[in-house]
T-cell receptor
Framework: DTGVSQDPRHKITKRGQNVTFRCDPI?????LYWYRQTLGQGPEFLTY????????KSRLLSDRFSAERPKGSFSTLEIQRTEQGDSAMYLC????????????FGSGTRLTVV | AQTVTQSQPEMSVQEAETVTLSCTYD???????LFWYKQPPSRQMILVIR??????QNATENRFSVNFQKAAKSFSLKISDSQLGDAAMYFC????????FGAGTRLTVKP
């Protein structure tokens, strides 16, 4: 297992376009998390899954954002009608159990909306 | 709502010296966990050290140790014998049901 993988590493898109990011967690981890990190800030929680169920969504996750984790394996985060304010690093993490022993993070997808 | 505050946006340390990064948090919970994560430039975040709130003993991992003051809601990270590879953003994080992060401290290590 090579850890948490995120694809793509970088994405440049025009305002108004839709984008989709993928995260492959550590295979035995049942929880998967999405965070957003803007320059000079800490990661902000977006949403998390336990297996295939999406258990919590942040108010940061507007109607333009949707996340899925079919079959409790990989997850996708889609942003529709992107705006310049969506430019950020999108981090995925996973954990075994509740996460009280910490999360394992991926390298992130850097989104630039032009 | 739980908040995590890191009051030092930037810190600098001479190689082989010791540096302490500060973190305070606000919570009404009695049972929680605290973490320090390191994020090197353009690389993924990695866990440095973890503290369980119900344990009074401060956690230690090699050159990294914490000073956990539960009553003061303070959780500082001490890095001893600093190395060039310690240069990174350091994030303090609080966990109950999910992980919440502070804004980070950028640590520079001078040779």
């Amino acid at each position: 297992d090579t850890g948490v993988s995120q694809d793509p590493r970088h994405k440049i898109t025009k305002r108004g376009q839709n984008v989709t990011f993928r995260c492959d967690p550590i295979s035995e981890h049942n929880r998967l998390y999405w965070y957003r990190q803007t320059l000079g800030q800490g990661p902000e929680f977006l949403t998390y899954f336990q297996n295939e169920a999406q258990l919590e969504k942040s108010r940061l996750l507007s109607d333009r954002f949707s996340a899925e984790r079919p079959k409790g394996s990989f997850s996708t985060l889609e942003i529709q009608r992107t705006e310049q304010g969506d430019s950020a690093m999108y981090l995925c993490a996973s954990s075994l159990g509740s996460g009280a022993y910490g999360y394992t993070f991926g390298s992130g997808t850097r989104l630039t909306v032009v | 709502a739980q908040t995590v505050t890191q009051s030092q946006p930037e810190m600098s340390v001479q190689e082989a010296e010791t540096v302490t990064l500060s973190c305070t948090y606000d919570t009404s919970e009695s049972d929680y966990y605290l973490f320090w994560y390191k994020q090197p430039p353009s690389r993924q975040m990695i866990l440095v050290i973890r503290q369980e709130a119900y344990k009074q003993q401060n956690a230690t991992e090699n050159r990294f140790s914490v000073n956990f003051q539960k009553a003061a809601k303070s959780f500082s990270l001490k890095i001893s014998d600093s190395q060039l590879g310690d240069a990174a953003m350091y994030f303090c994080a609080y966990f109950t049901y999910d992980m919440r992060f502070g804004a980070g401290t950028r640590l520079t290590v001078k040779p």
